[in-house]
Nanobody, 121 residues
Framework: QVQLQESGGGLAQAGGSLRLSCAAA????????MGWYRQAPGKARELVAD???????RYLDSVKGRFTISRDIAKNTMFLQMNSLKPEDTAVYYC???????????????WGQGTQVTVSS
C-alpha cells in the first residue's frame, strides 16, 4: 500500500503564509504527477496545483502568483508554499499522487486524508 501524509495546515491571517508538505511512503516504485486539491464547505473539490515528475506545473487561476508547488523527487515529497493568503483560500487541502508500485509503470491514484487551512480576515 501507499500512504500520503500531509502536514503544515493551520490558521493564518489574510495576507499571511503557510507551507504544506506531503510525503509519500509505502510500496513505491515511482511517483509520477503529484498535486494539491482543496474542498471548501459546500463546494466541489478543485485542483489547486500539480507538478509532473519532470517539473511541469499547473495552477488554479485564483492562486497564480501567490502559491508555488515544488517537490523533492528523491524523497517522494511535495510542497505548497502559500503566500498572500485570502479568506477564500479556506478549505481542506488534499495531497494526491499517481504512483507506480512496480516496474510495469501502471499508475494508481492515492489521496491523503487532508489538512485544514483557515484564513481569517
Amino acid at each position: 500500500q501507499v500512504q500520503l501524509q500531509e502536514s503544515g495546515g493551520g490558521l493564518a491571517q489574510a495576507g499571511g503564509s503557510l507551507r504544506l508538505s506531503c510525503a509519500a511512503a509505502g510500496n513505491i516504485f515511482l511517483v509520477n504527477t503529484m498535486g494539491w486539491y482543496r474542498q471548501a464547505p459546500g463546494k466541489a473539490r478543485e485542483l489547486v496545483a500539480d507538478i509532473t515528475r519532470g517539473g511541469s506545473t499547473r495552477y488554479l487561476d485564483s492562486v497564480k502568483g501567490r502559491f508555488t508547488i515544488s517537490r523533492d523527487i528523491a524523497k517522494n515529497t511535495m510542497f505548497l508554499q502559500m503566500n498572500s493568503l485570502k479568506p477564500e483560500d479556506t478549505a481542506v487541502y488534499y495531497c494526491a499522487a499517481q504512483v507506480s508500485r512496480t516496474d510495469d509503470y501502471v499508475p494508481y491514484d492515492y489521496w491523503g486524508q487532508g489538512t485544514q487551512v483557515t484564513v481569517s480576515s
